[in-house]
């Protein structure tokens, strides 16, 4: 349990102020009573001393009054008179002699009638010396006051009268009241004492609640903070921090209000972002397992089915190459809504368990996936899936340009197709992968069979990246001879891709090579085959034959590699041949699918000097705007016009006149009978390929075609 810091603070402050409050007490009761004790002393000597004066004052006023009566009596030396001035004082009990003696210190009258004392020397009498003196005086022993004064007639000193004053009452008197004094400054004291300590105790009660008031006060909103804090860290995301003050404690809580918002902010983020494709706010693969669970036990529950739609977007990667990854971005985001749109009218009216809108997810790059509830028959996922093909084949429009893609859809379903979500997905992956391979653009529903045709085309994918990187001689190029039509002498050959697997033997080229063109591997293959197709001609052909044209295959796909044709000029460059004894072969068909990037390409090709055909052509669909543009040296009409010219003859005119209007070569492909020979000679074609010149051969077996050997 957590203490309170402003109970504490305050406690401890309270006490620490009661502590040096006791203290400060203690030291000032200590003082004061040394100081009453000091002024009872001082004023008890006072009065002593008070006292004492006042007695010796009026014992030698009486001693010169009685003196001065008895200048007459002494003069006379009339004992009688003198005694009768004396005797009265020596009735009172407080004198205890009286002497009146001459100048030369001999007892004159002693107050009695018999003057026992007379003539004797008075200094013997008294317990001090005589001095001479001329006025009254006063000498003081332990019990007694000795006063002396001049009888005097004239200016002359006569005699002097001595008096013993008893000092005994002086002292009782003064013990009394000293003991009066004592009595009432110990009260005095005592009461000073009293009210001082109640004063002060009470001024310290009051300072020690005030200080504990005060730091409570003080901590207090600093203990609120702290509480709020805790609060906060427990989950309760509700707390303010706010305080309604304007000193630093409102300031600190405004603070820790603003840190609480941002860090409420940052943690949300991260939450969408853990669950959330930040691009286009779909559930990403995470929330998608999540939500296809709940959706499986909903199903499960009210006996329902739930498929699964696998939608992968065709083309998409030449937008984001070509039209840059904002564009690619944006089309995403289309898609994406596109989708949203759709799904909302395939739940329109059921009553599911979770928002629609989770039904749709991004699982990363242009991988989509819906999750479709309660459909009766698989019918309808077909009609879904062809709504999708549908919505996302019409034209994308992003910053005024029209982008177009397709959609390959894998469909899959519980519960007939799998029971739990990692087969589901795996089903409807495999299907997707089905449909791309079937041509794309289409859906494909799982089927068990799917699962080694897609297994064949992974192992075939990995068996050429192998291939590529291992040096055995699994890959490797056969050459087809193309000749001068008219003379059938050799001018050059295709170079062409094989591929002997270690265990499966020969694999058809109609078979890997799209599906290499379809993988990231292209780039590799294409510089394979260059390095190769080089190399044989530098080492083997060249030598033989220097105006031999060599010609590659290059997918129209790989030619936004920007770096490509740099590559390939070193190489030729490396091997020392001439660059124009390289052609290139693009296909129709893939150069109309890339003819933007194509065209800039393929001008830096044709500066370097290496020519370029367009192969299998007549099978695509070029625009003659285009041809006219493209830096092209030559057409390749395509084998199927050739091999059966029953009624596409007019197309092998068409061509070849097209190509003389252009200033282009024609070569033309699949010549198996001299009678093809002749009529494309006939018709104007320059070159020729076919089985009836010679079919694709090793090297060492093509090389014995060339006419030195
Ligand atoms: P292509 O570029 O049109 O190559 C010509 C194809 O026609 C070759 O098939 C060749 O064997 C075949 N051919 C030539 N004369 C005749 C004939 O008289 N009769 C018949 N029936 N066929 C003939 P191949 O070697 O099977 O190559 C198929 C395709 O594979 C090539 O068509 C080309 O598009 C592609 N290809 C081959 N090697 C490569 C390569 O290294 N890179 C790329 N991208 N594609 C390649
Ligand atoms: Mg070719
Ligand atoms: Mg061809």
Not at 23 to 51: C, D, P, W
Not at 171 to 187: H, T
Not at 390 to 407: D, N, P, W, Y
């Amino acid at each position: 349990m957590r203490s309170s810091i402003a109970k504490r603070y305050g406690t401890i402050l309270a006490f620490a102020t009661a502590l040096v409050g006791g203290v400060v007490l203690l030291v000032n009761l200590y003082f004061l009573e040394r100081y009453s004790e000091e002024s009872v002393v001082a004023g008890k000597q006072h009065i002593t001393r008070l006292i004492e004066t006042e007695k010796i004052r009026d014992s030698e006023l009486m001693a010169s009054t009685i003196a001065s009566n008895l200048d007459v009596p002494v003069y006379h030396l009339d004992f009688s008179a003198i005694q009768e001035i004396l005797e009265p004082l020596n009735l009172e009990e407080h004198i205890s002699y009286t002497y009146v003696h001459d100048l030369e210190g001999h007892i004159i009258h002693d107050g009695t009638p018999e003057i026992q004392t007379y003539n004797q020397p008075v200094a013997s009498l008294l317990p001090y010396s005589l001095e001479s003196f001329s006025d009254s005086t006063s000498r003081q022993s332990e019990l007694r006051l000795h006063v002396a004064a001049p009888v005097v007639v004239g200016t002359t000193t006569l005699a002097v009268l001595r008096v013993g004053v008893d000092f005994e009452d002086v002292n009782k008197e003064v013990g009394l009241l000293n003991q009066q004094f004592e009595k009432e400054a110990s009260e005095l004291r005592s009461s000073i004492l009293l009210y001082t300590f109640i004063a002060i105790t009470l001024l310290l009660a009051m300072t020690t609640l005030i200080v504990f008031l005060f730091s409570r006060n003080l901590f207090l909103p600093i203990q609120t903070l702290v509480d709020r804090c805790y609060q906060y860290a427990e989950g309760n995301t509700t707390v303010q921090f706010k305080l309604a003050r304007k000193d630093e404690f409102g300031v600190l809580g405004n603070a820790l209000q603003k840190m609480k918002e941002s860090v409420t902010a940052s943690q949300k983020q991260i939450e969408e972002l853990a669950y959330l494709d930040p691009l286009t706010l779909l559930p990403n693969r995470r929330m998608f397992n999540e939500e296809l669970e709940t959706m499986i036990d909903w199903a499960a529950a009210h006996d329902h089915k739930v498929a699964l739609l696998f939608i992968d977007l065709d083309h998409f990667k030449q937008v984001n190459d070509f039209a840059g990854h904002d564009v690619g971005d944006q089309l995403l985001r289309d898609v994406a809504e596109r989708l949203s749109s759709l799904l909302k009218e395939v739940t329109q009216l059921i009553d599911l368990p979770i928002p629609e809108k989770l039904l749709l997810s991004r699982l990363g790059g242009d991988e989509f996936v819906m999750i479709v509830p309660c459909f009766h028959e698989p019918e309808c996922l077909s009609v879904i899936a062809s709504h999708i093909e549908q919505v996302l084949g019409e034209a994308f429009v992003i910053k005024e340009e029209r982008h177009h893609i397709s959609a390959s859809v894998g469909i899959t379903h519980y519960p007939e197709k799998a029971d739990n979500i990692t087969e589901l997905v795996k089903q409807a992956d495999i299907a997707m992968y089905a449909a791309k391979h079937s041509g794309r653009n289409r859906h494909r529903f799982y089927e068990p069979d799917m699962n080694s045709e897609v297994l064949e085309k992974i192992q075939i994918t990995s068996g050429i990246r192998d291939a590529l990187d291992s040096n055995d001689d699994q890959l490797f190029l056969t050459y087809q001879p193309i000749v001068n039509l008219e003379n059938s002498e050799i001018v050059g050959a295709e170079a062409l891709l094989r591929w002997n697997h270690p265990k499966k033997g020969m694999i058809p080229q109609d078979y890997f090579i799209p599906l290499i063109e379809k993988s990231q591997l292209l780039a590799s293959m294409t510089l394979w085959v260059l390095e190769k197709a080089c190399t044989d001609l530098a080492s083997n052909i060249y030598p033989i034959d220097k105006g031999f044209k060599l010609s590659v295959n290059i997918s129209g796909a790989v030619l936004k590699n920007k770096g490509l044709c740099k590559q390939i000029t070193e190489l030729l460059r490396h091997h020392d041949i001439p660059n124009h004894c390289l052609h290139i072969e693009i296909t129709e068909t893939s150069m109309m699918e890339n003819i933007d990037s194509c065209y800039d390409t393929l001008c830096e090709w044709k500066e370097t000097g290496v020519d370029i055909w367009i192969d299998d052509f007549g099978t695509g669909y070029s625009s003659l705007g285009y041809l006219h543009k493209l830096p092209i040296d030559g057409l390749k009409i395509d084998r199927s016009f050739v091999t059966d010219r029953s009624n596409k003859h007019q197309v092998i005119e068409t061509i070849i006149s097209l190509a003389r209007s252009l200033q282009l070569e024609t070569i033309s492909e699949g010549i198996e009978t001299k009678e093809q020979q002749d009529y494309l000679t006939q018709m104007g074609s320059d070159f020729g390929q076919g089985y009836l010149f010679s079919k694709p051969k090793a090297l060492d077996e093509f090389l014995k075609l060339l006419p030195e050997n």
